[in-house]
């Protein structure tokens, strides 16, 4: 069984930073391509960043460049989403996902984790 694990979110002032991390199990990690995605309040889902299999392309959205970094550790079986200089709009639910990078949610995406609450504010 496919389970993605994740932990990390949190209240965080505006400018802070958080990580979050997602444990994969029940498939072979470094075979897959893996995505964060996010809902902030009221509004649907957006494609954050993504990693290939190997750990060695990112892509990221317009919005988040040069403020998060996805990165994973495969031996670990773990994906991870680093995010600093957080801003109020930043506010949302972070999925991690397993499916083709850049896809547009929830297409492309095969198996998400429960997600994890980040919330901005001072």
């Known amino acids: 069984e496919v389970q993605l694990v994740q932990s990390g979110g949190g209240l965080v002032q505006p400018g802070g930073s958080l990580r979050l991390s997602c444990v994969a199990s029940?498939?072979?990690?470094?075979?897959?391509?893996m995505n964060w995605v996010r809902q902030a309040p009221g509004k649907g889902l957006e494609w954050v960043a993504s990693i290939i299999a190997n750990g060695r392309t990112t892509y990221y959205a317009e919005s988040m460049k040069g403020r998060f970094t996805i990165s994973r550790d495969n031996a670990k079986n773990t994906l991870y989403l680093e995010m600093i200089s957080l801003k109020s709009e930043d506010t949302a639910v972070y999925y991690c996902a397993r499916g083709k990078p850049r896809s547009s949610p929830p297409r492309g995406y095969e198996y998400w984790g429960l997600g994890t609450h980040v919330t901005v504010s001072s």
């Open positions: 029940g498939f072979t990690f470094d075979d897959y391509d």
